[in-house]
């Protein structure tokens, strides 16, 4: 007669397992259970908004009246409605995407170059610098230098011009982006530069061939923050900017939303959903490397 274990039996005759391939079935820790648990509301309460802005885009006007959630008739003649009520929206739209596609490039060229030469690099006064970018940060810089950057860009003659944007938003980003680029170098093996070095391989070949792939996930974490900073902007596009045309599309969003009086809900939501779409769109991509490169180091202080 086989002899079983008392606190786990086994049921050989059943299942046919011997004892040593046999294993108690494991269950799922309480707190793991709590943790998912948690999680799920998180991300429910985070959804929802965007949800219901997305079903109220596409309600019949009675429908948008009514406290119900899902909509009974959907209609999708809202979009262009919208576009038609604002003649400049298509205009507005592309100046986002020009500013915002700009200051990706040149703030994540930047940043890449700050942070292999603070790491890499024989840079001279390494600390004065890393000591200035530390300092900038701790300052609202947006609020407080607002009055300084107007009268810079009316110097220039920048005001009312959508390119002029450019370079605040560059300036404002930088030392965020500079810093999770050092992070990211500082990951990257001191011997693999020196066998650079010894192999012959300057500065820009080291950079582009060797440095390059390995912190490819942390230029997406830049690229995905200057991204949703320069195209959700207010402050200084509202400022700077006179000219509807002018405008970027959240300047645009305030205004529709401040005078309701030939708006109705669902216009304001497709509106809504047109601004907050393409950066959704972008982290879904991306998201992956995002994750990624926060965990490699970009937050390495």
């Not at 900038?136 to 810079?152: D, G, H, K, N, Q």
């Amino acid at each position: 007669m086989a002899v079983q274990n008392a606190a786990h039996p086994i049921p050989a005759a059943r299942s046919g397992a011997t004892a040593a391939e046999w294993k108690p079935r494991r269950y799922p820790r309480w707190t793991t259970v709590v943790r998912h648990v948690i999680l799920a509301l998180f991300a429910a309460l985070i959804l929802f908004p965007i949800v219901w802005v997305l079903l109220l885009s596409v309600k019949s006007l009675p429908d948008a009246y009514q406290n119900e959630i899902w909509p009974t008739q959907f209609e999708f003649v809202h979009y262009g409605q919208a576009l038609s009520q604002i003649a400049t929206l298509p205009q507005n739209f592309l100046n986002s995407v020009l500013v915002t596609t700009a200051t990706v490039i040149i703030t994540t060229v930047c940043a890449v170059a700050a942070g292999y030469a603070l790491v890499h690099l024989r840079t001279p006064g390494k600390a004065v610098v890393v000591g200035l970018l530390v300092a900038s940060m701790f300052f609202p810089t947006r609020v407080t230098a607002i009055i300084s950057i107007w009268e810079l860009q009316k110097e220039l003659g920048l005001i009312n011009k959508v390119w002029g944007l450019i370079f605040p938003y560059v300036t404002l980003s930088l030392a965020l982006s500079v810093f999770i680029m050092r992070g990211m170098f500082e990951t990257v093996p001191k011997e693999l530069a020196d066998a650079a070095k010894i192999d012959g391989a300057g500065p820009v070949r080291m950079l582009l061939q060797i440095m390059l792939p390995l912190v490819a996930n942390g230029i997406v974490v830049v690229i995905i923050v200057n991204f949703v900073t320069a195209w959700g902007e207010y402050l200084l596009a509202t400022t700077l900017m006179n000219d509807l045309s002018q405008k970027t599309l959240p300047v645009v969003l305030a205004s529709a939303s401040g005078g309701m009086g030939a708006w109705v809900w669902p216009r304001l939501a497709a509106v809504y959903v047109m601004a907050v779409l393409p950066g959704l769109l972008a982290f879904g991509i991306a998201q992956r490397w995002y994750m990624k490169g926060l965990q490699e180091g970009a937050l390495k202080a």
